[in-house]
C-alpha cells in the first residue's frame, strides 16, 4: 500500500463513537495487576534508563490515545519484524516509535510537516540526555520517514516503525501477526477511540500549519477536512521562477 494509499484508508476509517476517558490510557502495569509486563506478545518492552526517560517525554506530550498508539507501533513493528526474521537494535526501534508522532502534539507540533517537527524534537531530547549521535540520527531517520515509503527499503530500526504503524493505522502488514498477539497488543495497549481521534488531530495541525500537510498521508485528510487548505502546486513555482524564457 503507497502512501498516499494510506492516507485515503485513514480517511474512510473514520466512526462516531465518543473518545474513552484518558484514564484508560494503558500502563507499563495492567491496571489489575500487581506487577509490570516485561513482555508482550512475545515482545520484550524496552526498559534500558533512556527508554524509560523516552516514555515519560512522549506522555508528557501525547493525549492517552496517540500514547497507545505508539506502543502498539513498537509492538506491531516488532511483530512484523519477527515474522520476517529480521534483526535489529531493539531499543532504537523502541524510541523511534515512542516519539514518533511527537509532531502531531500541541507541543511538538509546527511549521515543518508533522513527521519532521517530532524527529526534530525527539532527536533534541536524546541529545540532551547524551546519546550519540550515530545513535540519535538513526531516531530521526525512524520518525522523519515512516509516513514515506522509502522507509520500507531502509534498515529494520526504521523499516519497522513505518511497518508498525501502517499496521496500527489501517491494519496493512497484520497478516503476519497471529490473531493471540494481536489481541495481547490490544489488551495491553486499548485503541481509545483512536480511529477518530487519530484523524481528527492531523486536521488540526494541518489547519494551524498547512505546510505540515505537504508531504505524505497529511495533505489528504487536509483536502478533505480542512476548508480551504490548498498546497502549493510546484508548477507554480517554476512558472514563477525568475527568468526570461521569451525567444532570445
Known sequence: MDRREFGRWIGAAIVTRSLQQPSTIARRMHPHSETQPTVVAGIRLVDSAIAKQAEHFARAAYEPYLFNH?????????????????????????LAAIMHDLGLTARHMGPLPFELSGAQAARAFLHAQGMATE???????????????????????????????????????????SA????????????????QAFVHS???????????????????IGERYVPGFSEPNICDAIAHAPFDESPS
Open 135 to 177: 545513535r540519535a540520527n538513526v531516531v530521526w531517520d525512524g520518525i522523519a520517514l515512516h509516513p514515506t515509503m522509502v522507509a520500507e527499503f531502509k534498515q529494520p530500526e526504521i523499516a519497522l516503525i513505518a511497518a508498525g504503524a501502517a499496521a496500527d493505522v489501517t491494519g496493512s502488514g497484520l497478516d503476519a501477526v
Open 202 to 220: 492531523c486536521a488540526d495541525v494541518v489547519r494551524r500549519y498547512p505546510r505540515a500537510a505537504s508531504r505524505s498521508f497529511m495533505r489528504d
Open 180 to 195: 493471540d498477539s494481536r489481541a495481547a497488543v490490544l489488551h495491553y495497549a486499548p485503541r481509545l477511540g483512536f480511529k
Open 70 to 94: 505508539a506502543m502498539r507501533t513498537f509492538l506491531f513493528g516488532s511483530l512484523i519484524g519477527k515474522a520476517m526474521k529480521l534483526e535489529w537494535d531493539e531499543e532504537l526501534v523502541f
